[in-house]
């Protein structure tokens, strides 16, 4: 508090984590950050070209990155929520939104739902082996007919005495190309609405399992996106993942998660855009002064942080209250439309920031447009986000 003997002065640099982080995540940010600098960034701009190798879930495996916030009785490391938001965070080091969309998708989509709906034995089959980076993971919603409108997926899974034949087809699919096994979702009872949907664990490599072709995309380069077919394949009765009939609700319980962290990746991905930028802004000259010294672009600087922390804020107060048992559906809806808007908005403005220089490669500004701009789409759009929201106050 300001005193007549102590003028307190702006504290611009201050460093004060926030309340959700301990000493503990600091650490672990300071180990995965110089992990993701040293092994994987040196290697982003190749893996735009070739995907990211599969050798990336081994390593992170090794290193217990894989599997932070599960109990160590299945390999995890036992911590909380807020290590996953680490992880999201420290990842975009790599300065490759693809790879962190294929590293998000096994640690924070895929494999939750085997760990809260999965039996013992699948525990051990798929989440195991998944945490250790010895089996990756992709999931299967979305098909050529139906992605918004989760309800209207055709891939139909019928009984036949002690196993069930999957037939249907499934798209745009990260890690589909290399996956292990997949958390798919299904229609077991055309009839029961809500209450006929099913999930299943599906290895990838059984009969019928076609991976037909990798799709070419406007960003997340590093990540492959697959186009899949599932003739006439037959998965024993045990490969129900959760309670058959409830495969919708777990799938949207599913989502959240999936919204948060993705949310999370985006202002920290927006973070570094951010900091990039400001850091050219200081050095380019232009009418004899740094462009950054303009009042316009002091401006643009100014939205971009008030957007970046105000989507910070919501992802950290969102997340705390997930990790504590709560099911903040309209909150996460909230921040996960607002942080995606703000990383596309924020990745704009950098490149306008940066001139031609934001517009060729060699400057890594473009492509986190190019990147970013998927977070508006994937995991519920924008104008579903919106719908979510609105129906949430009985509208
Ligand atoms: C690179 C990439 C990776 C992906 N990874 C995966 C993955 O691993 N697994 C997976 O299952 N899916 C994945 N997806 C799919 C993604 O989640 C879907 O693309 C997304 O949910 C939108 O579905 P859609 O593409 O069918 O669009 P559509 O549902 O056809 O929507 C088209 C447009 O219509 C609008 N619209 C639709 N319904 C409404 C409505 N009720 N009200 C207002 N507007 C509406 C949408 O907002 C959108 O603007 C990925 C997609 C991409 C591009």
């Known amino acids: 508090m300001a005193t007549t003997d102590a003028v307190l002065k702006p504290d611009h640099l201050g460093k004060r984590k926030h309340f959700i982080f301990t000493d503990e995540h600091d650490q672990l940010r300071e180990s995965i950050g110089s992990f993701v600098e040293k092994e994987l960034a040196p290697h982003a701009q190749e893996w735009e070209e070739t995907t990211f190798p599969d050798w990336v879930f081994h390593r992170m495996g090794e290193l217990g990155f894989l599997g932070l916030s599960y109990p160590e009785e299945y390999g995890g490391q036992g911590g909380d929520y807020a290590t996953n938001l680490v992880l999201a965070e420290e990842i975009t080091k790599s300065n490759s939104g693809g790879l962190a969309m294929g590293i998000a998708v096994h640690t924070d989509m895929a494999t939750p739902p085997v760990f809260l709906f999965g039996t013992e034995e699948q525990k051990q089959s798929y989440l195991v082996p998944a945490i250790k980076g010895e089996k990756i993971s992709c999931l299967g919603i979305t098909e050529p007919d139906a992605g918004s409108d989760v309800a209207g997926i055709k891939t139909r899974a019928v009984r036949d005495g002690d196993e069930y034949v999957i037939n249907g087809s499934k798209t745009y699919i990260t ?5 292990d096994f997949s958390v798919l979702v299904t229609k077991t009872d055309p009839d029961a609405g809500y209450d006929g949907f099913t999930l299943f664990l599906v290895d990838m490599d059984l009969p019928g399992v076609v991976r037909e072709k990798k799709l070419e995309k406007l960003g997340m380069h590093a990540s492959d996106t697959a186009l899949l077919a ?10 129900v993942l959760g309670q058959e009939g409830k495969g919708f609700y777990h799938i949207m319980w ?12 985006c202002v920290a991905g927006a973070q570094r855009c951010f900091d990039r ?15 950054g ?3 316009v672009i002091r401006h643009k600087f100014a939205e971009m942080a008030t957007k970046i922390e105000s989507a ?54 473009e492509h986190v447009w190019r990147d970013m701009r998927l977070n508006r789409i994937g995991a519920g759009t924008d104008e579903i986000m919106l719908d979510v929201i609105g129906r949430s106050y009985g509208v």
């Open 175 to 179: 890690n589909g190309h290399r996956a």
């Open 230 to 239: 599932f003739q006439d394949v037959r998965v024993p009765a045990d490969a």
């Open 312 to 365: 910070r804020q919501m992802v950290y107060t969102t997340a705390w209250r997930f990790q504590n048992g709560e099911y903040p559906v309209r909150e996460i809806s909230m921040a996960k439309l607002h942080a995606s808007r703000v990383a596309v908005e924020v990745a704009d403005e950098c490149i306008q920031i940066h001139g031609g220089a934001g517009y060729v490669k060699e400057y890594g500004v």
């Open 277 to 291: 930028t400001l850091e050219y802004a200081k050095e380019r000259t232009a009418f004899g002064r740094p462009i």
């Open 254 to 265: 599913e989502l959240q998660g999936e919204r948060l962290i993705g949310a999370a990746g």
């Open 293 to 295: 010294n303009f009042q």
